[in-house]
């Protein structure tokens, strides 16, 4: 809504219809509501603001002095505020003033209203990822405010076609949210469709980013996400090259990122930083990570209550002899493995670094070995949930790596009552329901389902930018001159 | 009803593929050899003559009505009636064929895997998977096809382990044509069962790209 006003750079002298005392009382006369009259130039002004969310300095230097030093009457000369527009009612004056702004009334036959830019900010320094944490790229990340944040991606993202498009949503309480995409790049059609489904948003409020992904991703029933939720404005910025759209909320420091696809998930900036086999490596090892961590549990179910014979025999004694002082199923007893270090992982998120170390050990080394000692569970139990978790977190996105919690119970059910073939209808189901979902309209496996080559170069390999010439699907209109690296190693030199 | 999604003859060749290469497969060299002994192989090229006489058969029928399934064209020829009874027909064959391949399948996991596990529970996992895999589009089904085909191509790597093996020899074919001509015949019904799947193709025509004719029957073959 203020951006929206901000395209009246001529604001019209119409009479407006709204009184103080109206804004009073759809205010509820709370305390922090102020108004002061100015007397200048023959002429009465009343200032009324939110006192909590005005910055007093601003009001002082910037509105009320050159108010009363004023030797004509034209405020919008004399003033010195960023944005000043006109109020033509009373719901527009009343969100400027939850915004921040100070309404400015000029007394008179015809009263006339102001909104001034004085809004206190509380933004904090500009610091380093958390979540997402890179070896070599920006130290960089999104804040809680929405300009700032936007501010952020411009730098990066210098581009003419770069578009913010403004809208407020909640029906209770109002939050600011910006889409942001490139104009030259993005496919209209998502922009449409992305558009069409945060108009229709009608929640009361908005809490988070969680509460608008809910509302506009495709699927619902999946535990794959289909929103790309990042901290990091240099993969924001990247995602918006590749013709994709942001979408910053007012008061979240994480930017939703959407069409996002399955292998939007295994990307990271250090991909493209790093030389483009290493880059490939690391996209193989967490793809490969991604499967272990799905099916590890269910295969060593499998191999342990059904399918003894597919291990080597030395394997089988040292795995029998610790199974045998266990008295639970296999099933049960990587269950009450897997529910321990959900309990390790969600009580070390809130406990302060220093006293997290600590108890990790005290937890993981000392509290596993107890455990497989006093026989509650095998070592080859103990090693393959250790090596589960550990390839759950090399995955570079948090809500992908839940997506495994959630479908690695399933699959280990199946494996613990039908072994292979258990597993082999798990992953089935898994990739059947996979090849249903779409992200905004488009595939959502998509360079393996449909299987196109081409965006092979993007996904799990990460070929030299110069060669990436045609992009994925996403962005029909992003366009790579075929050979953009235009000199050749000079073959006319001869070797010896 | 004119269908609106197309696909490209590539993705036909996937999806019959996909179609025929089953648990059939697993059976039919047990088969043949059961009714024709060495001679087998003679009853799988002939049945794979009649596969390729049909369809072209097929293909021919299918190019008269361009957009058009078997479920459409069917009453055009035949007349309202007779079409419908055709259709209902097909559809039991259908039906039946997934009957005969839930049995096999039944059958193969309960010899090697699961000897313990009651029928009806492999019967009913299998359900479940078949009807949440084709309650979709059929772009979805042609796009999950060609992903699965590259565990299709795993196929011809276990080939190449197989004549691999030293005891494999050429001579044990010899001698040709000793169980009898007409005992070959009567495997080659048996090694059709296993090829099943390209009676399919009177509905896949339908969503070809009509441009290029002759791909499809590429595609097709």
């Known amino acids: 809504m203020r951006r929206k006003r901000n395209k009246f750079k001529k ?118 990822p958390i979540i997402e ?28 076609g770069f578009t913010v498009k403004n809208y407020t949503l909640g029906s209770s309480t109002t939050t600011n949210v910006s889409l942001i995409y490139l104009d030259h790049v993005a496919d209209p059609e998502i922009i449409k469709k992305v558009e069409q489904r945060i108009k229709s948003i009608t929640l009361d409020s908005i809490r988070s980013a969680g509460d608008i992904q809910d509302c506009i991703e495709d699927h619902t029933v999946t535990p794959f996400p289909q929103l790309l939720l990042t901290e990091r404005p240099d993969r924001s910025s990247a995602n918006l090259k590749d013709g994709r759209v942001a979408l910053i909320i007012d008061g979240s420091p994480t930017v939703i990122i959407l069409p996002a696809t399955f292998m939007t998930f295994f990307q990271t900036p250090d991909d493209y930083i790093t030389r483009w086999w290493l880059g490939s490596f690391f996209r193989f090892i967490r793809l490969f990570s991604y499967i272990i961590a799905l099916i590890l549990p269910a295969l060593y179910i499998a191999f342990v209550s059904f399918h003894y014979e597919v291990i080597p025999l030395e394997l089988v004694y040292s795995l029998q002899s610790s199974l045998s002082y266990v008295p639970f199923r296999p099933f049960i007893e990587l269950m009450i493995m897997q529910l321990s270090l959900e309990l ?29 000692e006093a026989g509650i569970v095998s070592y080859g139990g103990l090693i393959v949930v250790a090596l589960t978790s550990v390839s759950s977190f090399v995955q570079p996105n948090l809500e992908m790596s839940s997506s495994i919690r959630v479908l690695g119970f399933p699959l280990m059910l199946l494996a613990a009552t039908f072994g292979f073939f258990g597993i082999v209808i798990g992953v089935l189901f898994v990739l059947i329901h996979l090849s249903r979902l779409t992200s905004f309209g488009l595939p959502y496996f998509s360079p393996f389902v449909p299987l196109n080559m081409e965006d092979f170069k993007d996904t799990i390999l990460r070929v030299p930018s110069w060669m990436m010439y045609k992009h994925s699907k996403s962005s029909p209109h992003y366009k790579q001159e075929k050979q953009s690296r235009k000199w050749k190693l000079d073959e006319s030199e001869e070797p010896f | ?109 309960k010899r090697w ?56 020899d050429v001579r044990y074919l010899f001698p040709i044509g000793s169980s009898g001509g007409w005992n070959i015949l009567k495997s080659t019904s048996d090694s059709m069962i296993s090829f099943i799947g390209f009676e399919t193709l009177l509905i896949y025509f339908a969503f070809i790209k009509q441009s290029k004719n002759i791909s499809a029957l590429k595609g097709a073959f």
């Open chain 1, 11 to 128: 604001p019209m002298m119409n009479q407006a219809d709204f009184s103080i005392d109206t804004i009073k009382t759809q205010l509820n006369h709370t305390s922090d509501l102020k108004d002061r009259e100015i007397h200048s130039n023959n002429q009465i002004y009343i200032i009324l603001y939110i006192n909590s969310l005005v910055d007093q300095e601003k009001l002082e230097s910037k509105i009320i002095k050159p108010l009363t030093k004023m030797e004509n009457n034209n405020i919008l000369n004399e003033l010195y505020s960023q944005e000043i527009s006109t109020a033509k009612s009373n719901k527009i004056a009343i969100n400027g003033l939850l915004d921040g702004y100070c309404l400015l009334i000029k007394k008179g036959r015809n009263s006339e209203g102001f909104l001034l830019k004085t809004n206190a900010s509380t933004d904090r320094e500009v610091s380093e």
């Open chain 1, 133 to 160: 944490k890179t070896i070599l790229g920006a130290k960089v990340g999104f804040v809680e405010s929405l300009d700032k944040n936007i501010f952020l991606l411009r730098t990066v993202t210098k581009s003419p």
């Open chain 1, 344 to 372: 390790l992982r969600e009580a070390s998120i809130r406990l302060p670094p220093s006293v997290a170390t600590t108890f990790g050990i005290v937890g993981g080394l000392v509290v596993g070995t107890a455990m497989v």
């Open chain 2, 1 to 109: 009803m004119k269908v609106k999604s197309r696909f490209s003859s590539v993705n036909l060749f996937i999806v019959l593929v996909q179609t025929m290469i089953g648990v059939g497969l697993l059976s039919l060299p047990h088969q043949t050899h059961h009714a024709a002994g060495s001679d087998g192989w003679i009853s799988i090229l002939i049945s794979g003559f009649f596969i390729q006489l049909i369809v072209l058969l097929i293909w021919l029928l299918c190019i008269k009505f361009p957009n058009l399934t078997l479920f459409d064209f069917s009453k055009v020829i035949l007349g309202k009636t007779s079409g419908t009874v055709l259709n209902f027909i097909y559809i039991i064959y259908l039906l039946s064929m997934i009957c005969y391949i839930f049995i096999i399948y039944a059958d193969t996991l």
């Open chain 2, 113 to 168: 895997i699961l000897p313990e596990t009651p029928g009806w529970v492999l019967f009913l996992i299998v359900f479940v998977l078949l009807i949440y895999g084709s309650i979709c589009k059929i772009k979805n089904v042609i796009s999950l096809f060609s992903f699965l085909f590259i565990f299709i191509l795993f196929l011809f790597f276990i080939t190449f382990f197989v004549y691999g093996d030293q005891s494999i």
